[in-house]
């Protein structure tokens, strides 16, 4: 099968360079084109990134001239890196030009009509896109990952979801360096250093929960009735996001209950199948001091999710601590997951 | 005034070099004895002591001969940065001599007749020690200050307690290498990393939470009726421990509320004239990413607690992030504050 | 005495804040003017600053209104913490003006007549001045201090130098964060990460070496003979810059020679008084595994240089590390002694 | 093939499990042995080991029962991952006992008859067995790998002294907490800080030069004519030591000519098809900034070694900086390519 032609739009950033080392050797998708900002357009990339994947950059992808991101014909699906800003132009852009736009970008994930998508969660929000595509008039169109620690929570969450129904939600996250991108937060104001604030995280967090969370009904998408609150903090780690938990059901679970449901997920067969899924999504643990940010957040190749310490909740029903790689189930990885999803579901 | 002959017990760890270092000029208190391990005793101090304070080791002090952990008689006072289960054994038999024992470890904290205080919050608690001493025939006695996560959130919980009335609260806690002792956490387990969980702290921030914002009838302390869920993390920072909280109140307050009790808070004029007291005890911050671990947590010598980022909470009533430095407020400066009311209240 | 008025200039950046914060309660000079970018003139300086020293900002200099890098007159002495290009135009506005430019930038320190110094190592060449003021026309005048490892590593050597004349000279230097200003290093560069690479560090710490250990001859320095190899390294560490020597010199000491020689070191009795002096300037270590870092970087408040590991080379004649606060003894603090040192020498 | 069976002795420690984790699919070796401090005998090695390597424990050896460290005739092979004062003993018994030991411990890397060994550097060394077991009457016999910081370094230099001549060397060192083992340095002592001193390594690495450089001189290893001066630092980073080094040569290179040199170098026919050998054992690097810890320490799946910043030094010849994980290419797999270059060569 001759692989897919692909773009990657903002390929030179922290999540653009994990585009480019996940689908270097991808046997789906082959890169055609990478963009980035006018000043660095006409170079080849290799001349321009500052690589900083510790796989070695590919010799035929350092030789890639850069283009602005405009769409060229010459991709039929275009990965976003983009800033939310940019995407919020970009993206429609390439949809209306017929390309399928997977996009990490914040731009569009709350929009009526976008599917945002966790394979192994809400494969069937897919739908949407066929509403979009009428809708906007657009032969391509844009779905989207959810931000990075809401991809790790929600993985973890879903099953407990679907078997129990989550009512009340109160969530601490730890993430970091790598989430706020290159060169992002100064080293000065992470060694040895907390931040207990991340801009916009906080709300980004609930509302693409009860969207992941929701239910398709016809041709939208009904929130799930969740309420979230969330305290989101910076640590001093490389790669890695940790969000831990306290959450009321609507059916009280035992922990064995919950350990239950949390080893038995699986995605459909379609999307097991996918070569960036990870078997098991969750990996669960029952070792008291795990999951740890840098031991686990590697397994299942950067795509599964590690879920520890489940425990009983004074306040809600159930306690738990769950750990995913930011950059690839929590951006790149998710987006490459999505694409290969539109594949297999034949809208690409 | 002559100053009064204090032990130290455990002299050596990391919060008893904290506790020599805050004592060392102390106005009020003088080293006459310094007790460690059985391998030490017969040593100066200066010879067997890792000194790690960034402070110099007053040599008066190095010169001291290292003593077994038994009252001597010239010492009337003995801080006790003891392991529990030594403090089990030692801290009574110096109660039982005659000394005050003023605790850092947690052997007695949730003792019914052992005062666990924090001066600018429940002072009053301090009329057990009368009971204690009439039921145990001691004619010194034993009071203790909280674990250094407990201390840091109770500082910035009991004015809104008081004003509002806590009644369901959800803490995650980002807590520092310090807090483990010296060797404590091995380095490859901090280096770039999040471990969630430390063993029985949860259950002992809950429960001392009843205890200190519990109402004193005659002889007993009522425990509060708050029920509290805790997520604990060990983060990669040297000192300092992070609490962010979610909590729901019998009175909802609005923000600007919260603030100005936070903003208002102070200790009775007793112990707001303690040497060890800072002013304010709670430094209100507007900053959007304040308090922050390395900048704030040397406010107040260490003694004072910064909150931030009080806002509306989704599932409660309000979310704030509260910050001290762990073996100051929340160990050894905590002790020292406390043997000072002693000294006010004309018990030592 | 009435304070000597004294302006600030690039006061928002990591070492112009640094100033700020040595210079609040300083008991020679009185912070008038500070001087910021032009997107930031007219407004206050609490306003503007990002605040990042753990001592609070004076709410009398928070008040000031910062105004362009120009002499307004009210300014009888300005410290430049300006990047070098800027200090190249703007330091010699303010020495025409009449004022005295105590420099933390590189821009003018191997000019021939202006004066590098540290104090306890060369004060004789501030007569330099002289010579500048009558060459250039000035009526002010411009004296630097040096980069940061260079004041750290010189201060260790300079009794070395004065007793056994230092030949040869390789060095491996492990720099903090702080050294590169704020925002300076990404968080993603520094977290368990060692980066070998400064830029123009190197070829600055082996020239800057020469002029400080130089000798005044008549008008001019003549540059010490020494060969100097530098290695740089920029490691995860806050604040605290570390030096490891490997030395040859002409006249082969044995070790406790070389221990003597830095124990006894002194400034001139004029330099000792000043109030920014540490004594002594050298505090000489013997245990194994110091000077560490975060130990010792405070010592004398940041202006004493800690030197340990003293011991024979194979390859030249003694190994040593030394360790100090680049923004203090390194930066903003060498400033403000070389400002004393002007006031005492009848300049200021 | 059959796979030759293989015991590790030290299975548990930081060295131990990562000799398990290279082993676990290895094309040549099987483990049939592991071995553990006398409290931990006869219990299964995954219910006694607290994994950290991020690759999971294949479960056919978690069910393995460990046994003490004596030889049991199960294994052809002893991989020895000892503490050097039980090496002394142990080794010898597995050796008398017709085992060849392949150590990392440093008990008998000095001792004449013992090849130390890193394969495309002095793969001729391994005749010295032929000696030691003649003279010692053994039928297994031991060979050693270098000391992690030695291996970095020598499989760097290696190439520039054949073609050069090394005579005098200052070197540097930036070592990771993983050097130490587990639970080795404090979190206290690494977080924000530096260390100058790693007992004995200093020393080590003089030595071990001298001898890996040395020449095999029928029966003798006629060491090196080469003075090194060495410096050590334990910087906060988790795995991967830098060396940044200034050499003095016989013949003095361009920095063209030892690129050249570099770039050239390749072991042995025989050692280029091991499994473990990478392919180049030396990556050069032309990047300013390069090479660093954390992206450059996995390169040739950690056996690699990255060499950069080659440039002219006034004090010596050339500078340059070497990079590589002092776990795999300092350790474990160094002596995983020692035992297969003891398979290619006949001798297992």
């Known amino acids: 099968m001759p ?3 692909v773009a990657i739009l903002g390929a030179t950033g922290a999540v653009g360079q994990k585009f480019v080392a996940l689908l270097a050797e991808h046997p789906w998708f082959e890169i055609v084109q990478l963009s980035a900002s006018a000043d660095r357009v006409g170079r080849r990339y290799g001349d321009v990134v500052r690589w900083r994947e510790t796989t070695p950059l590919p010799p035929e992808l350092a030789r890639i001239v850069m283009t602005e991101a405009v769409p060229t014909g010459a991709a039929r699906l275009a990965f976003s890196a983009l800033d939310a800003a940019v995407a ?4 429609p852009a390439f949809a209306r030009a017929g390309a399928l736009v997977v996009s990490n970008a914040s731009a569009f994930r709350m929009a ?20 979009q595509r009428r809708v906007r008039g657009w032969s391509g169109g844009i779905i989207a ?8 929570l929600i993985t973890a969450l879903a099953p407990l979801h679907r078997a129990f129904g989550v009512r009340r939600l109160t969530v601490a996250t730890l993430q970091a360096a790598s989430g706020a991108g290159y060169p992002g937060v100064p080293s000065l104001d992470l060694l040895d250093n907390v931040i207990p604030w991340i801009g916009g995280e906080e709300e980004k967090l609930a509302e693409e929960t009860r969207k992941l969370l929701g239910t398709l009904e016809e041709t939208v998408v009904r929130a799930a009735p969740i309420t979230a609150s969330v305290m989101v903090h910076r640590v001093p780690v490389t790669d890695g996001h940790m969000v831990s938990a306290s959450v009321e059901f609507q059916t009280a679970p035992s922990v064995d209950d919950a350990l239950q449901a949390l080893r038995a997920f699986r995605g459909s067969e379609r999307v097991a199948g996918l070569p960036t899924s990870p078997l098991p999504p969750i ?11 840098r031991l686990d957040r590697d397994r299942g190749m950067g795509m599964a999710v590690t879920v520890g310490r489940v425990r009983p909740c004074p306040v809600g029903h159930l306690r738990f601590t769950a750990l995913g790689h930011n950059l690839v189930r929590g951006a790149a990885g998710a987006a490459v997951q999505n694409a290969e999803l539109l594949v297999a579901a034949g809208y690409a």
Chains 1, 2, 3, 4 share one sequence.
């Open 3 to 5: 692989r897919l032609p």
């Open 88 to 91: 919020r132009e970009v993206e």
């Open 112 to 131: 009526a009509d976008v599917p945002l998508l966790i394979p192994e969660v809400n494969a069937d929000h897919l739908a949407l896109l066929d509403t």
């Open 145 to 152: 990952n959810p931000n990075c620690s809401t991809a790790i």
């Open 283 to 293: 990996e669960v643990e029952m070792r008291d001091d795990r999951p740890q940010t």
